[in-house]
Nanobody, 127 residues
């Protein structure tokens, strides 16, 4: 079992920055591939960024490339999402997700590949 707790969301103006954190506890977190997803009102939960358990492979959805940076600190059992140049269309509830990865370089972009989820943190970007 892994418990995930997100923090760092809030209400900001367009162009601002936020850093989301996902604190993980439980089993050996370094064995888990992790990801950020987001869900806007009335829409499906979509992948934002993923990171392999060793940090060697990272994926970003096209809409956030160049603006968002995913990272993880295994010593702190924490994953981050640095979000710069925020836009109103980034408004959503952001979720972190994790699942055991046998291979250190594995990542997945599909939500159904992740078995552990946080409760979400709200990000609202005003225009």
């Amino acid at each position: 079992q892994v418990q995930l707790v997100e923090s760092g969301g809030g209400l900001v103006q367009a162009g601002a920055s936020l850093r989301l954190s996902c604190a993980a506890s439980g089993r050996i977190v370094s064995m888990y591939a992790m990801a950020w997803f987001r869900q806007a009102p009335g829409k499906e939960r979509d992948v934002v960024a993923t990171i392999s358990r060793d940090g060697s492979r990272i994926y970003y959805t096209d809409s956030v490339k160049g603006r968002f940076t995913i990272s993880r600190d295994s010593g702190k059992n924490t994953m981050y999402l640095q979000m710069n140049s925020l836009k109103p269309e980034d408004t959503a509830v952001y979720y972190c997700a994790a699942n055991v990865a046998i291979r250190s370089e594995t990542t997945w972009s599909a939500a159904n590949r992740y078995g552990y989820w946080g409760q979400g943190t709200q990000v609202i970007v005003s225009s």
